[in-house]
């Protein structure tokens, strides 16, 4: 082998100038994400993301259930040209993907909301605003985003809560997350440790933290401070008391089927309910005016030892029939969760952590990138499995996925 072959093989790569596609060229699945969240954040943040209720079984359950499940493909067949478009509540998505409502975004990176909002509409799929989010309902609507869902955390004083539905239908926000697994926090025993407080304040931890982590806080102080951007209701008290583990205590224990058929009267669009919910709730909320569901356990951050989401979809679609939106998070981590949740009855799967984990990493680009990457996954896991649009994923799901394996 001559000198001239020898270099055709190496093959030397160009030395990519720009900082932050260096870093997504080394990103080859969602998880990598992690790793590089984990090393840019302060420990107590990354926890908040990272961690889950009490002893995290729950949150361990949801992985661990999706990856029980096995597919048995369907060989020889033209796979050639695959369609991932679908449409939900009248709205078109490039893929069945959306972006789960997450609260202290801008914690992970000062334009959270706003970047993640807009690598949604770069891809073309909803976005959906938390209650707790720290940018404003009209703030994240200013982005132009043509699909902006809004996560309702329903609060003792009403006060705070009612006018968020207000500000939703006037920005423009197409549908309506109320959230029922929330009328407590849970024990989320790692942010009690660190002493989690929203904004991050300074402790001796958090100044030996800031020795390590320095681009972080240059970061967040050339930014605009991080509070609870949406309730500006709250007295200056009651903001300085807050944090991730106390934040709860405003939440309404009271929370029954009246204020949800109040809420409905009060949101003329679509109406989805939000937590761990069984067939014979989703038939009562069916007659109460909901519109869908969005089958979450909180990502295993509520009640602990709860059951995994994906072993809740069968029933529960079984309970309100083919026609009626479900959507599911908790646990999808890879394209074949996305493709699992689609076989055995949702019509959209919504991610949390693994683009909290990106928009940490790399912004807007890493939230993109994430996105891109569950969606090759998806795609490769459909052309394997003899599939090459959503109705069919969905139409052969019972033969593609069946009992866990």
Known sequence: ???????????????????????????????????????????????????????????????????????????????????????????????????????????????????????????????????????TVEDVAATGHPNLWFQLYVTSDRRLSDPLIDRAAAAGYKALEITIDTVVSGRRVRDMRNGLTIPPQLSIATILDI???????????????????????????????????????????????TDIESMRKRWSGPLLLKGPIGPADARRAIEAGVDGFHLSNHGGRQLDRCAATIDLLGPLRAGVGPEVPIVIDSGVRHGADIAVSIALGADMAFIGRSYVYAVAAAGQRGVEHAITLLTDQLRSVMQLSGVTTLAELRQQGPELCGEPG
Request: proline share 7%; hydrophobic share 40%; charged share 25%.
């Open 1 to 135: 082998m001559n000198l001239q072959e020898v270099l055709e093989l190496v093959q030397l790569r160009r030395f990519e100038r720009d900082p932050a596609q260096r870093l997504l060229n080394r990103v080859h699945t969602p998880d990598d994400f992690r790793a590089i969240a984990k090393r840019k954040l302060p420990r107590a943040v990354f926890d908040y993301v990272d961690g889950g209720a009490d002893e995290e079984i729950a949150m361990q359950a949801n992985r661990d259930a999706f990856k029980r499940r096995k597919l048995r493909p369907h060989l020889l067949r033209d796979v050639s040209v695959t369609d991932l478009t679908g449409e939900l509540f009248g709205n078109p998505f490039q893929v069945p993907i959306g972006l789960a409502p997450t609260g202290y975004t801008r914690m992970m990176h000062p334009t959270g909301e706003v970047s993640s909002c807009l690598a949604a509409m770069v891809k073309g799929i909803p976005y959906v605003l938390s209650t707790m989010g720290t940018t």
């Open 211 to 257: 020795a390590t982590r320095p681009q972080y806080w240059i970061n967040m102080l050339r930014h605009p401070a991080i509070g609870f951007a949406n309730f500006g209701a709250l007295s200056p008290e009651e903001v300085k008391s807050a944090s991730s583990t106390r934040i709860g205590t405003l939440f309404d224990q009271t929370l029954n089927w």
